[in-house]
Every structure is written in C-alpha cells, then in structure tokens.
C-alpha cells in the first residue's frame, strides 16, 4: 500500500481552470513564513504523480525550480511584477497556449491573488473562450472564489488589447479600389450572345441587303 509521502500532497488552492488542460495553484510549499521544505517535496510529487507536463511559475524569484528539476517536471519561469508588462503577460498567455491543447498545465504564484487571477481571467479573454472582459472577470472569480480587484482588471484590460492587436495582424489587408459593377457585355465584344447575334445579323445584311423603314 502507498504512503501518503509516496503519493503527495494536493497543492492548496489547486483547482481545474479548464478540465483537465489548465489547473492553478499556490507556489508548492507555501509562501513567506508558512512555506515548508516536506510540504513543498510532498505538493511536487502530487504534481508529477498527476502527470503535470508543465509548471509556468510567475513567482518574482525562481523559487523550486530545482525541485522541479529533481523531479523530472518540466517548467517555466516567467516572472510577472504588479506593473503589468504587457510583453511579459503575451508571453505568458503564448506559452499557455501552446501547451494548454494537448499538455496538462498548472500556473501558480507565491498564492492566488490578483496577478494569477488575472492571468487566468487574461487567458480566458484573450484565447477566446469568452467574448468581454466583463464576462472573463466574472468566470474567474467563480472558479477562483475571489474578488478579482485592481491588478487582476488591469491585466485583463491588458490582455482585451493584445487580443486587438492579434485580430488586425490577421485581419486580410483592404485596397483602396472597390471593385466597380459588372460592365454589361456589347455587340463590340469578341465572345457572348449579343456579340454572335451581331455578327450574324450583319452578314445577313450584307446577303440580303438592308430591311425596310
């Protein structure tokens, strides 16, 4: 029979964000002075015992990034400060994106506050799983059951603007000229019914001579 040691430890706050594709949770081992070296080793083996095939940690510094290696879980570190960069958040949203359909992704930070929410009310936006920001903030609060406050709906804000962006790199290009309505084909040209009707009306002319008045 496993041991709890063998089997790990759930990280607190870990929930599916999108089943079993996007999950998130507080950093493994806790944050500041609540953070424990056992619990950490123990949250980590649940992890890869889970078969997370991607960590995206936001955490300012590179914290379990050894443990992660020790445990064979792939991971990437994308530090996201309370500024808002947008460079970094479309580095984060990408990254996402290009593990999320086919890979089981877990997103943390230290905890779950305003920065992951609003990576993940972000993502949702941004992806296209839901059209408006409004609608994007009001899912993530029900999933993450807390209130989304000024830096997440920045990052939302942030993350509706690069969705913008993307949408007019796509967008086919306009040209100045409209195309003008179909030109109607006459006797003058060299193919078409009226212009075969014309030429045989003509060579009957010329057999039989003009008809009368």
Known sequence: MSSKWSEGIEPRGFRWI???RLGV???PGGYGAGHRRVRRLEEIIWLRRNEIDLI???TSIPYNLRDYDEQGLAYVHLPLSDSGDP???AEILNTIHDHVTGERVVLH???IGDRLSGVVAGYLLWSGLVETGPEAITIAEQLLERELGPTARELVAIADALRGRANR???PACTSEAPGPERPVS???ESGPRARAARERSEQERAT???GP
């Open 18 to 20: 999108i089943t079993e």
């Open 25 to 27: 949770c507080e950093r």
């Open 56 to 58: 995206v940690s936001l």
């Open 87 to 89: 460079e970094r958040l």
């Open 109 to 111: 930070h230290d905890s």
């Open 169 to 171: 790199r796509e967008r």
């Open 187 to 189: 006797a003058a040209d």
């Open 209 to 211: 001579g003009p008809s």
